[in-house]
């Protein structure tokens, strides 16, 4: 086995204590049951890391980040924001940990080490409390989640077959 980084980063961020805040780690946790994904494809619980998350999001070459995503839409809509986006979108305040991932992008791009491609996928929050509960509209939009992030992975050259007995996302 190589102890070269990995290709590709699927990235789950939230805090499953808030409600719809932890759509990201929902995402994320029904990608990794419901696919195989080859190796180059690292899946990554980011839940509320910051700047931990800094030496992992460096190693990679492409991310993409699952998160809800508060833009003003309906909520369930589901949001894929590219690469030139994220910036723009991150000067304004999306959930509790959002913050910590604009400084952490900041810095791996003053340090030179930002990944060539970065793109998020996430879900208009209905409610960010404390709660362990997601709202309907957030749950029934996970699927759609799984289903892009499995899509754009295909794009770029990463496969993923899903797992027998697997129920369907979209």
């Known amino acids: 086995m190589s102890?070269?980084?990995?290709?590709?980063?699927?990235?789950?961020?939230?805090?499953?204590?808030?409600?719809?805040?932890?759509?990201?780690?929902?995402?994320?946790?029904?990608?990794?049951?419901?696919?195989?994904?080859?190796?180059?494809v690292q899946l990554i619980d980011g839940g509320t890391w910051g700047m931990n998350l800094l030496p992992v999001l460096e190693g990679a070459s492409s991310i993409i980040f699952l998160d809800a995503i508060r833009i003003g839409a309906e909520p369930g809509t589901v949001i894929e924001l590219e690469q030139e986006e994220l910036?723009?979108?991150?000067?304004?305040?999306?959930?509790p940990h959002q913050i910590d991932l604009r400084e952490v992008l900041a810095l791996a791009m003053l340090r030179g080490n930002l990944p060539e491609h970065l793109a998020a996928i996430g879900v208009e929050p209905e409610y960010v409390?404390?709660?362990?509960?997601?709202?309907?509209?957030?749950?029934?939009?996970?699927?759609?989640?799984?289903?892009?992030?499995?899509?754009?992975?295909?794009?770029?050259?990463?496969?993923?077959?899903?797992?027998?007995?697997?129920?369907?996302?979209?």
């Open 129 to 170: 409390e404390m709660t362990l509960e997601i709202s309907q509209p957030v749950q029934e939009a996970i699927g759609e989640m799984v289903t892009r992030t499995v899509a754009r992975l295909a794009a770029a050259g990463h496969n993923c077959r899903r797992l027998k007995g697997a129920e369907c996302t979209s």
């Open 3 to 40: 102890d070269a980084p990995p290709e590709t980063l699927v990235v789950g961020l939230g805090n499953p204590l808030m409600g719809d805040d932890g759509a990201g780690l929902a995402a994320l946790e029904r990608l990794r049951t419901e696919y195989e994904v080859p190796p180059e």
């Open 87 to 95: 910036p723009r979108m991150l000067l304004h305040k999306m959930s």
